[in-house]
């Protein structure tokens, strides 16, 4: 795998990679969707905003799981409304939306709090995550 990711499509080859391989979605968000965010604010902070929006630009090739297709084009989505860039087309395909839903915790008892809590870019796309899904240390 790789250490960084320079665009989304990486993160979304080593997503398919853990896919194909039968790994657990979990780990699927952990070491592609998350490793892709903390590689553009890792750019946002070194190289600023047209660098890091720049990840963003062209569209992950499907993953094989909708669920995770689904994850990036809200990623993508909820990045460029929070920094100011043009949210990507891609990231605007209905195509893009997980069936059934995805909730990233598999703690069933923090889905309420899940569907609360899911930011607008997420929550339309049927990925469902707690406030502190895209907090880091």
């Not at 070491?31 to 929006?53: E, N, P, T």
């Not at 990623?75 to 860039?85: K, P, Q």
Request: glycine letters at 6%.
């Amino acid at each position: 795998m790789l250490s960084s990711f320079r665009a989304v499509s990486d993160a979304g080859n080593v997503a398919a990679q853990l896919i194909a391989g039968n790994e657990r979605l979990r780990d699927v968000w952990r070491f592609a969707v998350v490793q892709m965010l903390d590689d553009y604010r890792s750019v946002l902070r070194h190289k600023g905003i047209d660098a890091a929006s720049a990840m963003w630009r062209d569209a992950p090739e499907p993953v094989g799981d909708l669920r995770a297709d689904a994850a990036f084009a809200a990623l993508a989505e909820h990045l460029a409304r929070h920094d100011g860039w043009p949210v990507p087309r891609w990231a605007s395909d209905p195509a893009r939306e997980a069936l059934p839903w995805w909730f990233v915790t598999e703690l069933r008892g923090m889905h309420p709090r899940a569907l609360v809590e899911s930011p607008a870019s997420f929550r339309k796309r049927g990925v469902c995550i707690t406030s502190d899904a895209l907090e880091r240390v």
